[in-house]
């Protein structure tokens, strides 16, 4: 199956350079393209769309109002923040509205084309560093809720590997930390998600503090 994917930003040279790219590798299927947020969401909502790859700053509706959007009209597509800039407040809040992580415009061809076959597939894309500056954007921002039967969904050891992913580590780092295969953190790891009714390891790290699992600092 090849993904069908829309690429949202409001510079045109940018936009369509990023289309001739992807059209090119054979994973992805169709590629559209939108020059704001309002039409990625008129697009979405005419057509299925697998991947969206959002520009995060545009006049008018921007990509954080669009990730929201996007997301309500079509729930199963994956949205992928693309930026000029690292992690930030604005491509935090597009994590917050649903987004599965970023990437910055510098990013070339085949990691795009990664990236969203990525996301695609239910994973989040965003680096070990990325991820660890999103624990310190939560935990300093998020205040923390009720944690009494957060956790009880889940057995001892997919808590563990809940709590690893809270705190930004990878599967490698699991899997050492636990002494366990990589394989079993992976299908620990899908069983968290799925329990936790969270796209993504991303968004463990947002649960995690939202719920008070983990608490914020002070």
């Not at 990023?18 to 090119?24: D, G, P, Q, S, W």
């Not at 790859?53 to 959007?69: F, H, K, Q, S, V």
């Not at 809720?145 to 809940?162: I, M, T």
């Not at 899997?175 to 366990?180: M, Y």
Request: net charge negative.
């Amino acid at each position: 199956m090849t993904l069908r994917v829309l690429i949202v930003d409001d510079q045109d040279l940018f936009r369509d350079a990023i289309a001739v790219v992807l059209a090119r590798d054979p994973r992805i299927g169709e590629v559209a393209t939108a020059a704001s947020g309002g039409e990625a969401v008129e697009h979405v909502r005419a057509h299925a769309v697998d991947v969206v790859l959002m520009d995060i700053r545009m006049p008018g509706m921007d990509g954080i109002a669009a990730t929201r959007e996007v997301l309500s009209a079509r729930p199963s597509t994956r949205v992928l923040v693309l930026t000029t800039f690292d992690l930030d407040e604005y491509v935090y809040a597009a994590i917050r509205e649903g987004a599965s992580g970023f990437l910055t415009k510098d990013a070339g061809a085949a990691e795009l084309a990664d990236a969203a076959v990525a996301v695609a597939r239910g994973d989040a894309v965003m680096s070990q560093r990325a991820t660890a500056a999103l624990v310190g954007f939560v935990r300093d921002g998020v205040p923390a809720g009720p944690a009494a039967d957060a956790l009880a969904v889940l057995s001892p050891r997919e808590r563990e590997v809940a709590l690893a992913l809270a705190a930004g580590a990878s599967n490698d780092d699991i899997a050492r930390q636990l002494f366990l295969s990589e394989n079993t953190v992976k299908t620990h790891v899908k069983a968290v998600l799925a329990k936790l009714g969270v796209p993504d390891r991303v968004h463990v790290v947002i649960w995690a503090y939202e719920s008070g699992v983990l608490r914020p600092r002070g």
